[in-house]
């Protein structure tokens, strides 16, 4: 990795960061990352300062929330999993595992990074010629991260997740536990977005976090669990997933007081053939029983067009369209008279 003026920032980085309001490229002058809008960007500690908040409360009470939480959550953390009598660091590679990351030379993405709980050992799993990029929104978090790390190891942004500076189609795999879909603290529909546009087609997306399952919110589990920390209240909102994503699946973790979400981003909508005839009386395809629907007409209409279609022995499908065409195009011709 080499590192460009001022030692401040690699220059390979440039590479895939950008402005996370325009979008446009960065690049490096006297320390600062100056956008093509001409928006310096500050470099604290050689973590850009990339931050554009989008939700004023919800951004700042992360913010104050974890500036407190720095310095003591890597002493209390493995607690959260001992509570489910599982070992942290075996759920955490658990998760990451389903991120396939066996795939030759891979750009990998972890969002909500924290202290690098999490980075530490995505980093473990990568091939030499990969590259690791993590960001969060707390500069004292992350700053307990970089200590876990050699200098040009990983790549870091203080940065917002629902404004990502990153540009689009840069990562192979993207990871998050316990920010993305935390609904105190985050708007999971901006994530997701974001998510899908900086993965490339075919990334895989490993999310996990504090959720209670439905089923359990009223028992004894739930109850104190949420008692404790109001985080286990928290509901994965499947909705905010975009249309982009295929082969979603969602399954419980620590008890079922923890969700994994996993998916691949596809393009636009899913396939699907809407095209082919439609075997049976009706007839006419998905698309056409869709988008082809007229006004209404009277008992008496509906009755002579169902015999007549009878006496012809084609659907309703061929014969309305077939009927309704040949009149319309006399009436446009002007054959037809009153
Ligand atoms: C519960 S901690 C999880 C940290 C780490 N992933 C782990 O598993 O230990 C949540 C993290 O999300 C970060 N965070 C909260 N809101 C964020 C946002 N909008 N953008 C980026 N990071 C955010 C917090 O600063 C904090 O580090």
Redesign the pocket.
């Known amino acids: 990795m080499k590192s460009s003026e001022n030692n401040c920032v690699p220059e390979d980085f440039l590479d895939v960061l950008c402005d996370p309001v325009t979008r446009q490229s960065l690049s490096l002058k006297d320390g600062k990352l100056i956008s093509g809008s001409g928006t310096e960007y500050e470099i604290h500690h050689q973590i850009p300062d990339l931050v554009f908040i989008t939700d004023q409360e919800?951004?700042q009470y992360?913010?104050e929330l974890?500036k407190e939480k720095a310095n003591i959550?890597d002493e209390h953390?493995h607690l959260s999993f001992e509570t489910f009598c599982c070992k942290e660091e075996d759920v955490r590679n658990q998760l990451i595992s389903r991120l396939n990351l066996n795939r030759g030379a891979m750009k990998v993405l972890e969002?909500?990074?924290?202290?690098g709980?999490?980075t530490v050992l995505i980093q473990k799993k990568l091939s030499e010629d990969s590259k690791l990029y993590a960001?969060?929104?707390?500069l004292d978090?992350l700053q307990v991260l970089k200590s876990k790390f050699n200098e040009g190891e990983v790549y870091l942004t203080q940065?917002?997740?629902?404004a990502l500076p990153y540009k689009s189609n840069s990562f192979d795999a993207v990871y998050?536990?316990?920010?993305v879909g935390?609904e105190t603290?985050?708007d999971t529909r901006r994530q997701m977005q974001e998510i899908c546009r900086v993965a490339k087609k075919g990334a895989k997306v490993v999310i996990g976090g504090l959720g209670m399952a439905e089923w359990l919110k009223e028992s004894e589990f739930g109850r104190i669990l949420i008692n404790h920390n109001a985080h286990y209240k928290n509901r994965f909102n499947l909705a905010a997933l975009p249309v982009d994503a295929r082969n979603v699946s969602i399954s419980w973790i620590l008890n079922g007081a923890g969700f994994c979400l996993e998916f691949e981003v596809g393009e636009g909508e899913p396939d699907a053939d809407f095209d082919f005839a439609i075997p049976g009386v009706r007839g006419g395809t998905l698309r056409t029983r869709y988008y082809g629907k007229m006004e209404g007409v009277s008992p008496e209409t509906k009755r002579l067009v169902q015999e007549a279609r009878e006496k012809l022995g084609i659907s309703m499908y061929d014969f309305l369209n077939r009927t309704l065409q040949e009149t319309s195009k006399q009436i446009l011709k002007g054959e037809e008279t009153e």
Do not use: C, H, P, V
């Not at 969002?111 to 202290?115: H, M, P």
């Not at 998050?176 to 920010?179: A, I, L, V, W």
């Open positions: 919800k951004n992360a913010l974890f959550y953390q969002l909500n990074a924290g202290t709980r999490d960001q969060d929104i707390s978090m940065s917002n997740a629902e998050s536990f316990g920010g935390m603290y985050s």
